[in-house]
């Protein structure tokens, strides 16, 4: 069983940074064999959203939104995707999902919480 766990949420004041990490539990040929990994988070009353992912080619896309922010990045011996946020502000509120593609099936995280608030 495949299983997505996030950390690394938590409440931080506006221009903060946050890392957060995503352990994806498989074998290290199925990691590198990913299809897709990303990040996308859902603020409150709003609908799931991209926000960094990592296409099985090596691609990089990242939401208008946290260009230049962001930063998604990814570990093959830990088996673990990482989302690096710098200059947080209110708007990047919301619970962070990790979600990765492995022969052709999805798979989703629980979610990690960011507050950016003062």
């Known amino acids: ?8 949420g938590g409440l931080v004041q506006p221009g903060g940074s946050l890392r957060l ?6 074998c290290s040929s199925s990691f590198n064999a990913m299809e897709f990994v990303g990040w996308f988070r859902q603020a ?24 230049g922010r962001f930063t998604i990045s990814r570990d093959n011996a830990k088996n673990t995707v990482y989302l690096q946020m710098n200059s947080l502000n209110p708007e ?15 798979y989703w995280g629980k979610g990690t919480l960011v507050t950016v608030s003062s």
């Open 1 to 8: 069983q495949v299983q997505l766990v996030e950390s690394g």
């Open 21 to 26: 990490s995503c352990a994806i539990s498989v």
């Open 44 to 67: 409150p009353g709003k609908e799931r959203e991209l926000v960094a992912c990592i296409t099985g080619g090596g691609t990089l896309n990242y939401a208008d939104s946290v260009k």
């Open 92 to 106: 990047d509120t919301a619970v962070y999902y990790c979600n990765a593609r492995i022969y052709s099936a999805t």
